[in-house]
């Protein structure tokens, strides 16, 4: 019969923990879950600032692209308003181009004029007595 072949050889194989390991790895566990917690808090935080910044750019866009699909903008421009009772018209100009923007009949309320307001300052009583000095008996 022929001999038996014995070798030395290294498996992987379950074993039981020490109280000294479970508590190691239990440290582990704990530290890697609280790593985990902060790297998702900033992930959250990151992603939250990062959807902020791409909806301003977001809208910064879609004005640009409104401005080149009309080739115009609106913008303050200084004009000139006159009211003409005389050919009862009303007319807004622009100054910078003096092109009329609106030109219209002027309705009744401003068909009306105003008149001009004196100042009236109350000197004397009109009917020539002192309010503050008379007694009545």
Same mark, same amino acid.
């Given at each position: 019969? /022929?001999e ?5 050889i +290294?498996? !992987? $194989? &379950? ?6 390991e479970v508590?190691? %790895? ?23 600032? /990062? ?6 750019? +977001?809208? !910064? $866009? &879609? ?5 080149v699909?009309?080739?115009? %903008?609106?913008?303050?421009?200084e004009?000139?308003e ?13 100054l ?11 309705t009744? $309320? ?6 001009p ?13 002192d309010?503050?000095g008379?007694?009545e008996?």
């Amino acid at each position: 019969m /022929a001999e038996a072949k014995v070798e030395r050889i +290294t498996k !992987e $194989l &379950k074993c039981r923990l020490t109280d000294e390991e479970v508590l190691a %790895a239990a440290d582990d566990v704990q530290r890697l879950l609280s790593l985990i917690e902060s790297i998702e808090s900033d992930k959250k935080s990151y992603v939250s600032e /990062a959807k902020s910044r791409i909806d301003k750019l +977001t809208a !910064e $866009l &879609k004005v640009q692209c409104k401005l080149v699909q009309e080739k115009m %903008a609106w913008r303050s421009v200084e004009c000139e308003e006159i009211v003409d009772y005389d050919n009862d018209e009303y007319t807004i100009t622009r100054l910078d181009t003096n092109e009329d923007v609106e030109k219209r009949p002027l309705t009744p $309320l401003e068909r009306q004029m105003t008149l001009p307001v004196q100042d009236e300052e109350p000197d004397e009583d009109p009917e020539g007595g002192d309010e503050a000095g008379e007694e009545e008996e």
